[in-house]
């Protein structure tokens, strides 16, 4: 919707953008595929992308044609992302990629991937020598092997590189800049109603469950929730305004991930609470196992709790 007409965009503002968002979200529609192209690949290209990538991902991705995963995570390293060792090292005409990622979501459904990897040997600054590439993730030396989560969904894989080919024109912005690159794609990734409205269909349902005249205590707890819901989405208006002005505001995005993701989880919690998830119809139930099984993962994706917290202590220090 933000980008601009001559890549397929609609060149809407990020507040048009977050208002569909909102109700795709909300009504608990199937998203994932397009959501990290339209999130954080199509910024990035716009951002640091070549002509040449621009041309030729966007419109296919404003299409719906072309999907993206993110390839950060690896078996040893997830927080402290700087130690990732998936390395790329220069041949001719491009590099041999080399490693394996982790935690990859719908890699088994995407075409390509933007990859951390390292180009230049760790140094005594670690986040020297980090580059980001485009990977075919159909592309020979490529593998993607499906992991499953909790509830049985295939959500995410295990991508492995052996000896993958990737041209050189497939480089994301400069050549050992892809810490700061990553760094900056982290506001768009913590800061949206993504990281506070995965409960609300079962929030929605509850109230349904719940009927019309709830006894004191019930409406007590719903207005309880209903307030955070507002606050929460208060803060991630302002950090799509924030956005809009051509900011980064990691603070504000990675409090909005905290907070947001904790309330993710409380809302399953009142549900079982105030519904009692035996007696209650088809759609609560089924609302409600997909929320508990998959809520584990809400404080870990995108950066865990303890990490965002970090973040917002060290940017406050006076
Ligand atoms: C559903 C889901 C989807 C995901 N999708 C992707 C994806 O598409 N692409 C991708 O690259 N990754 C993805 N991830 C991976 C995710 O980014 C990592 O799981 C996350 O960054 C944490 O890394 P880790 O699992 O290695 O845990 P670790 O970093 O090993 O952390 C383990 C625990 O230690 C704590 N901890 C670690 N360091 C510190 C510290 N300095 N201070 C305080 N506490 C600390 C953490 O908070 C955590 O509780 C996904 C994860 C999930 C659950």
């Known amino acids: 919707m933000t980008w601009p007409s001559r890549y397929g965009g609609g060149e809407r503002s990020y507040l048009d953008r977050y208002a569909v968002l909102e109700e795709l979200l909300a009504a608990g529609a199937p998203v994932a595929a397009h959501w990290i192209a339209d999130r954080q690949t199509g910024p990035l290209l716009l951002r640091y992308g070549t002509e040449e990538q621009r041309q030729r991902f966007l419109p296919a991705i404003a299409r ?10 690896e078996p040893d390293s997830g ?7 998936t390395t790329a090292v220069a041949a001719d005409g491009g590099w041999r990629v080399n490693g394996t990622k982790v935690w990859t979501s719908h890699a088994h459904h995407s075409h390509y991937m933007i990859t951390l990897v390292r180009t230049a040997p760790r140094g005594e600054d670690r986040h020297q020598g980090l580059s980001q ?3 075919d993730l159909h592309g020979e030396g490529v593998e993607v092997r499906p992991i499953k989560l909790l509830s049985g969904e295939p959500h995410f894989n295990e991508v492995v ?5 990737v041209p050189q024109e497939m480089l994301v912005g400069e050549l050992g800049d892809g810490w700061k690159q990553v760094t900056s794609e982290l506001a768009y990734e913590r800061s949206g109603p993504e990281r506070f409205l995965s409960t609300y269909p079962l929030l929605a349902e509850t109230v349904r469950e719940l009927g019309p005249t709830p006894g004191d205590g019930v409406t007590q707890a719903l207005g309880a929730l ?7 989405r208060e803060l991630s208006v302002g950090v799509a305004r924030r956005l809009e002005a051509g900011a980064a505001p990691a603070v504000e995005a990675a409090m909005v991930k905290d907070l947001g993701t904790r309330f993710e989880v409380e809302v399953i919690e009142a549900a079982r609470r105030l519904v009692d998830p035996e007696q209650a ?3 609560f139930q089924r609302l409600y196992q997909a929320a508990l099984t998959s809520a584990p993962g809400f404080t870990l994706r995108g950066g865990t709790s303890e990490i965002l917290r970090g973040i917002v202590a060290r940017e406050l220090r006076p």
């Open 64 to 73: 719906g044609e072309c999907f993206f995963a993110i390839g950060m995570s």
């Open 79 to 85: 927080s402290d992302l700087a130690s990732v060792r």
């Open 161 to 165: 590189f052996n000896e993958a080919f």
């Open 281 to 283: 119809g088809e759609r």
């Open 133 to 135: 590439l485009i990977v």
């Open 226 to 232: 209903y307030s955070r819901l507002a606050a929460l």
